[in-house]
């Protein structure tokens, strides 16, 4: 038991290296914020780091606009805000008056907040409880929710089974269930639902043993307990890191390493990202504004491409349409790509095609949001 009264420094230094105090996180919001997207009861921009109310373990945002936003704090509540044109932040509040907020508003539950366990995508929203079961809620006119029907949700509704990651698209939805199976659906006129590519209203299996996935517009990427990445789906900026344009409806694998990690996207036309367990990060795909952070404002690369350096991890991700940010493990935090509404956090507006440095020293993490940041609360 923990002894009350007063401590001195070497007590509270020996409680903190014995993580008898749980070290939570604060959230550093950066970036746009129309419709109240950065949850500070304004709608403005931010181009250089200022923090969210509150202790957070993960704050994440919508990958294409950035125009709503969602997260986790420290004592497993479930927080949304911005705007709920779609139906998006769960409120239970009914077409067609679906107000937006601009600081966060609970959800009731208990949810996790690890990599891949909440998804905030342009008109739906889903997360993963405590206990293993898969919410979801918004849009659902392509069957993204995957419940069987296309009927709108304003509230969480669950999907059947014990869930290990969730991943939203534009109109698509992939999951992970806890036995490592795979699972699509919604739209899929490329994600790969088989030949005849159909729309498709609840889970779908994909075979093979899978733990990582990454849901976009038009494709998919996912990586396998034996660490190898796979991909397919629409091709169209070499997306897929086949190192063609040619689109395929059924997985194939990327290169031959056995060693990634995690994999995500930037924006609706992605560029994709990859990490792998020594510690290199790797892009490719649509590379708009700079956003593959490999030194040139426009270029696509169609397979993976590593960034100079061995130590990033996943920090903060997708910054926006075109932009993209990590963390490092020396506690840097990097961004580049599109920076019209200052998501680069370097106090201007002006485009990076190569990574530069947020001012500061942030977490490494593998759980952190788009355009979000984080330091420990005992700083």
């Known amino acids: 038991m923990t002894r009350k009264g007063v401590w001195d420094l070497q007590e509270v230094r020996d409680k903190y290296l014995e993580s008898e105090w749980v070290q939570y996180n604060k959230a550093f919001i950066v970036g746009n914020g129309t419709n109240g997207t950065s949850g500070l009861n304004n709608n403005a921009d931010h181009s250089s780091p200022i923090q969210l109310p509150g202790q957070w373990n993960v704050v994440l945002f919508e990958e294409q606009n950035g125009f709503h936003a969602m997260g ?28 937006g907020v601009s600081s966060p508003t609970q ?12 998804t905030c995508s342009r008109r739906f929203c889903g997360a993963i409880k405590t206990d293993g079961t898969l919410w979801m809620w918004g849009v659902n006119q392509y069957a993204t929710l995957g419940l069987n029907d296309t009927n709108f949700r304003s509230s969480p509704t669950q999907v ?5 990651r969730i991943s939203g698209g534009n109109n698509n939805s992939a999951g992970i269930k806890d036995n490592g199976e795979l699972y699509l659906w919604g739209f899929g006129a490329w994600s790969g639902y088989g030949p005849n590519k159909n729309t ?83 892009t490719w795909g649509k590379g708009e504004s700079g956003c593959t952070g490999h030194n040139y404002q426009y270029g696509d690369e169609s397979s993976p491409k590593q960034l100079p350096g061995t130590n990033w991890s996943v920090g903060a991700v997708n910054c926006a349409d075109r932009s993209m940010a990590f963390t490092k493990t020396d506690g840097t935090a990097w961004a580049w790509g599109e920076n019209g509404n200052g998501n680069l956090g370097q106090n201007d507006t002006a485009n990076r095609s190569s990574p530069v440095q947020i001012p500061g020293t942030w977490l490494d993490g593998e759980a ?11 700083d």
């Open 72 to 99: 986790v704090r420290a004592d497993n509540t479930l927080w949304t805000w911005g705007s709920n044109s779609y139906g998006q932040l769960g409120v239970n509040k009914s077409q067609p008056t679906l107000e």
């Open 107 to 118: 959800i009731p539950g208990s949810w996790k907040s690890g990599f891949g366990e909440i």
């Open 160 to 164: 059947p089974g014990t869930w290990t």
């Open 200 to 282: 498709r209203s609840s889970p779908y299996q994909i075979p093979g043993t899978w733990s990582e996935v990454c849901c976009s517009k038009d494709q998919i990427l996912a990586t396998k307990t034996d660490g190898t990445l796979w991909s397919w789906g629409k091709n169209d900026n070499g997306q897929l890191g086949q190192n063609n344009l040619t689109h395929y409806s059924s997985p194939r694998q990327v290169g031959t390493n056995t060693n990634w990690k995690y994999i995500g996207r930037a924006g609706q036309d992605p560029a994709i990202w990859a990490t792998n367990t020594a510690g290199e990060l790797y």
């Open 368 to 378: 952190m949001g788009n355009t979000s940041l984080y330091k420990q609360a005992l």
